[in-house]
């Protein structure tokens, strides 16, 4: 406790001016280029009308589509996958493909699966080649997942059951060996001055991302801002709150596990043109190839939003996350995860590149590690 401030040493110590405060000792994260372990890069898939969730016959097989999630893959998955099993089982089939192994592949299959169906997964790539496995990984069901002015009018309340429904099933997965889920504390830091907002694609045009957060205020913890006392951080304002979190390695992991542990399939495959499903000889299939299926479906409504991670080596002693001039940061227990996110969602928009950017990632972690320089308590504990 040598050596801090008045700023922030009452609430690192866990104690406000006015007793004990809500905010636990933070251990301070280390922010250095030098831990850097890997870059990674995705592209999220959006569809300003929202996920395709249709249904089609293709090569004579019955296809129920269940791609395009945007920023809100995993968040939005369980609940996705719920109605596309439901529309899969529909005809009375037991026997179904499912197309993908990320997310939605993933849960598609173990629902069908978990509702007596014999279940195939044919795949490209499987954890951790899909996207899916570059995910964040934070709860995010509104993250680039439609156009507010391009979805059917019963888009929002569709969203909310699949919100729901995942939240609660995701619940079930807090506290399990390898913490598949769980909660952390979340400080979003404003200063007086805010960091300016970063250019996107000189070509993206203006979309008008769809923010459904409010219909979910009675399900998920409230934030809050906390008074000056308790503020640990050397900036003017800070919100404070508590959001669930996917260790995607550990949940991509345990829902393959359960997946083949309950009877499902895995076969390495690539499709080139819708006509290849004509190969399988299951006559549903659940089609969950993501980014993919703008190649394979020719689905131009597909646009890139490309988003990279810096993955710093593991703090296990870290448990909060923290958002600060738009970079965002979150403890993972296979890494700490660092996020230029650009101050806007148009960061990334209609970039289909996936090279890593070495100097993306050194600013945003300097970033971070300037606002640590601020906390003389930093070396506490
Ligand atoms: C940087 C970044 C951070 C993100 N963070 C979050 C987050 O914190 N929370 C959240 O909810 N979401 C997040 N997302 C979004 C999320 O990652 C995606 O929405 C999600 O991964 C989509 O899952 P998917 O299963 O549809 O696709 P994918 O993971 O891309 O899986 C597609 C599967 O289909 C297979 N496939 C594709 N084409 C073919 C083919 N032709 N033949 C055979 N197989 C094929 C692939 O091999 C793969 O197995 C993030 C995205 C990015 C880019």
Not at 116 to 145: C, F, H, K, L, N
Request: hydrophobic share 40%.
């Amino acid at each position: 406790m040598m050596g801090l401030s008045s700023l922030g040493a009452a609430s690192l110590v866990g104690c406000s001016a006015t007793g004990t405060s809500s905010i636990p000792p933070l251990a301070p994260l280390r922010m250095q280029a030098e831990r850097i372990t890997r870059i990674t890069v995705c592209l999220r898939p959006f569809r300003a009308a929202g996920p395709r969730l249709d249904v089609e016959t293709v090569a004579n097989k019955r296809v129920v589509h269940n791609y395009g999630h945007g920023g809100s893959g995993w968040s939005l998955a369980w609940g996705s996958s719920t109605i596309a099993a439901r529309r899969a089982l529909e005809g009375g089939t037991r026997n179904i493909a499912v197309i993908g192994c990320g997310a939605l592949g993933l849960t598609s299959a173990l629902l069908l699966r978990r509702a007596g169906a014999r279940v195939t997964i044919y795949t490209q790539e499987r954890t951790p080649q899909t996207r899916s496995a570059r995910a964040t990984g934070t709860w995010s069901p509104d993250s680039r997942i439609a156009a507010a002015d391009k979805v059917a009018p019963d888009f929002p309340a569709l969203w909310e059951e699949m919100a729901r429904t995942s939240y609660g099933i995701y619940q079930t997965y807090v506290g399990l060996p390898g913490e598949p889920v769980s909660w952390s504390d979340r400080f979003v830091l404003l200063d007086n001055a805010p960091a300016p907002v970063e250019p996107s694609t000189p070509q993206a045009e203006a979309v008008h991302f769809a923010g459904y957060g409010g219909r979910l205020l009675d399900m998920v913890p409230r934030y809050r801002e906390l008074s000056a006392a308790e503020n640990p951080f050397p900036v003017a304002r800070v919100r404070h709150g508590t959001s669930m979190q996917f260790n995607v390695a550990a949940l991509a992991h345990q829902l393959t596990t359960d997946f083949l542990l309950e009877g499902g399939r895995i076969e390495t495959m690539t499709f080139h043109t819708p006509a290849d499903l004509g190969r399988l000889r299951e006559p549903v299939v659940v089609n969950c190839t993501g980014y993919g299926a703008r190649a394979l479906w020719k689905d131009e409504t597909i646009t890139p939003v490309r988003g990279q991670i810096t993955w710093l080596a593991p703090q296990p002693e870290v448990r909060y996350g923290l958002y600060y001039h738009h970079v965002s940061v979150l403890p993972r227990p296979d890494g700490i995860v660092v996020q230029q996110t650009g101050g806007s969602e148009m960061f990334g928009y209609g970039i289909a590149d996936e090279t890593p950017d070495r100097r993306e990632a050194e600013t945003a972690i300097a970033t971070i590690a300037e606002l640590y320089a601020r906390m003389p308590g930093r070396t506490l504990r």
